[in-house]
């Protein structure tokens, strides 16, 4: 079914949109609240049409949706089209926000590259900020230097991460959709698992989950992205009220999901997951050693892409320290 979010009558110009998680997911909530905030502001000028989740279109499936049109719109985790766009991967491995990479020039790089690799606009790089954990079943094991040991864990792998978890932490991976996820610990198919800060409980993985690793490593890394076509299109109204909304977002999103975490944070605790901290060197070590694993993958992908001209560029702007 066809769910309008906000009001659509004498709108100009109709968006359809999509966004690659289910509706109760966090993430999903908010790129729901940007749509009726761009709603909102563009009353009679235009209207965002959701069309739903991965129940209207597969998760993975969404960003080629968008690039070829079939949906105008796609809120999606950048990792998922990395292959076609392998730039993502600085995203995920970044050390700055989305309104921070606003400013240094960074999202502006970023959709250019999008438009010419993958034929979408990138309007907002949104929810930024929140960190990765490791998330078990089973309490973890350290080695003799305080490094995580996952030898003999059932790991479930995902593009954002997989290879982090493979080249460096020598994990043989399980790939699964968050979707299968719960599944998978209710059948112990799956010992330990990569997440966000948030949104364990709103996918009641908490039920299965007994321990979260530090440090925090990773990033955010979801995008509202428009098809090209569409894009040049759309009226120079629509254009510029989405482009405010988004950018609005950006910083609006940052805030309230920090917010979110100190809660969620606090709550997990009551609900008895344990924190197991990995020793100040090791957890060093494990945080470059996921940024180095990004950004190899980045850099071989780019290599077989053919386009190598903005490497240094983007590992600047997105990993400046």
Known sequence: ALTCIGPAVMAADTISATHVFPASLVYSRSFLEFVKKANEAGKGVFAIQVRGGPEAIGMMEQPGAVRSGVVDMVYSPCAFYAAAVPECDAVSASTVDGPAARKNGG????????????????????????????????????????????????????????????????????????????????????????????????????????????????????????????????????????????????????????????????????????TVAQSGDASRRFIAGARAASLQRMKERMDKAGGMENYDQVVKLFTPN
């Open 107 to 274: 999202i502006d790089l970023l959709n250019q590259i999008h438009q010419k690799r993958a034929g979408v606009v990138l309007l907002g790089w949104v929810d930024s900020g929140i960190r990765f954990n490791l998330w078990s079943t089973k309490e973890p094991k350290l080695d003799s230097s305080g490094h995580i040991d996952i030898k003999g864990f059932k790991v479930r792998g995902n593009p954002i991460y997989n290879a982090f978890l493979t080249n460096y932490l020598g994990a043989q991976v399980i790939n699964l959709l968050s979707t299968e996820l719960y599944t998978a610990l209710e059948r112990g198919t799956v010992d330990l698992t990569a997440w966000t800060q948030i949104g364990l409980m709103d996918l009641n993985w908490d039920r299965y989950i007994k321990y979260r690793v530090l440090p925090d490593f990773f990033e955010t890394d979801l995008m509202i992205l428009v098809n090209q076509k569409k894009w040049q299109s759309l009226a120079p109204k629509t254009r510029e009220i989405l482009q405010r909304v988004a950018v609005e977002h950006e910083v609006s999103s940052l805030k309230d999901l920090q917010a979110l975490w100190k809660k969620e944070e606090a709550e997990l605790a009551k609900r008895g997951i344990k």
